[in-house]
């Protein structure tokens, strides 16, 4: 599929039904078709002919659950931030896709090549992570004490993305 047909699909596929399909898995990917079509007004084979599609051009990538990290004993929540120079770039890259520790990379702009977000069982392992980055770059951790906002859904009501959201609306109150 070329660029220009995958931009026609998606802008078709992200109408009122397409959100309201992504708005519903958000909240249950494990909803049947049958009730998914229902929630959005449209028939069982147009649902999953539309799913289908969505799939296809990479709107949907998977269907997914969520696990209670702390209940795998992965007690602490870590964001490193990774300075390096270019001989140990790509070989950071590399070896950060070995860690098991290692839940997300991103690559940066600005000072830092890298954030990774990590979960250990405990500090000392946090420690032993530190010191295994170290020969790679310069490791700056910060350990998340609370996640007040976790996941947070898309918004995909009629508004579309991309609009004023809610903190500034307030502000431009003031």
Do not use: W
């Not at 070329?2 to 708005?23: C, E, H, P, V």
């Amino acid at each position: 599929m070329s660029i220009d047909s995958t931009a026609l699909s998606t802008g078709y596929l992200m109408d009122a039904f397409g959100r309201g399909l992504l708005k519903e898995l958000q909240r249950n990917a494990r909803i049947s078709t049958a009730e998914l079509a229902r929630r959005v007004g449209l028939s069982p084979t147009a649902t999953a002919e539309r799913l289908k599609q969505m799939e296809e051009v990479g709107i949907i990538r998977a269907y997914t659950i969520e696990i209670d990290r702390e209940a795998l004993g992965l007690e602490v929540v870590a964001f490193v931030r990774m300075s390096c120079d270019g001989p140990h770039y790509y070989r950071l890259m590399e070896f950060v896709q070995t860690l098991e520790e290692v839940r997300e990379c991103h690559h940066l702009t600005g000072g830092d090549a890298f954030l990774l977000k990590v979960t250990t069982t405990s500090m000392e392992a946090l420690e032993a992570l530190i010191e295994a980055l170290l020969p790679y770059g310069n490791p700056v951790t910060s350990v998340v004490l609370s996640t007040p906002v976790e996941r947070r859904k898309f918004a995909l009501g009629p508004e579309g993305l991309g609009k004023l959201t809610t903190a500034k609306k307030r502000v431009a109150r003031r």
